[in-house]
């Protein structure tokens, strides 16, 4: 059965220029793109994109850097794609957690510059995907 995952290359992925490799490992990995869209975030869209992390002390820092710049948000759909993105992924923390084959574990080295996001339950690829993409 199919499902679909909110994905976004983070600001540092799009200045880095690494929209096409977070694209390729996707389309390698056999999942496919439903909608895509290059925006700038605003304040309220990324406040309750990160509602769940209101009360964290990196909750400011993470706002000032998801509107820092362009993103990349795409629709990733296919079987498992929540989990299979989140495996490509690889972990929050791109040294400790992430391990070298995921996008984090090759190409970032801070947590709070780790490149990509993706829906961590079909609960919240719901409600992300009502968020950035309402007449999917
Ligand atoms: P995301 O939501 O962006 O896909 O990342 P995640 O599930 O792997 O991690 P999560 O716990 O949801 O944290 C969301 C984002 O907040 C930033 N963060 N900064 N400074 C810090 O200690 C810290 N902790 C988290 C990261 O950008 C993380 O991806
Ligand atoms: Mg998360």
Do not use: C
């Amino acid at each position: 059965m199919s499902e679909r995952t909110l994905v976004l290359v983070k600001p540092d992925g799009v200045k880095r220029g690494l929209v096409g490799e977070v694209i390729s490992r996707i389309e390698r990995k056999g999942l496919t793109l439903a909608a895509m869209d290059l925006r700038n975030v605003e304040r309220s869209v990324a406040e309750e994109h990160y509602a769940e992390h209101k009360e964290k002390p990196f909750f400011g820092e993470l706002l000032e850097f998801i509107t820092s710049g362009p993103v990349v948000a795409i629709a990733v759909e296919g079987p498992r794609a929540i989990t299979a993105f989140r495996q490509l992924a690889g972990g929050t923390d791109p040294v400790d957690k992430a391990t070298p084959g995921t996008i984090r574990g090759d190409f970032a080295l801070e947590t709070q510059f780790n490149l990509v996001h993706g829906s961590d339950s079909p609960e919240s690829a719901e409600r992300e995907l009502k968020l950035w993409f309402p007449d999917l």
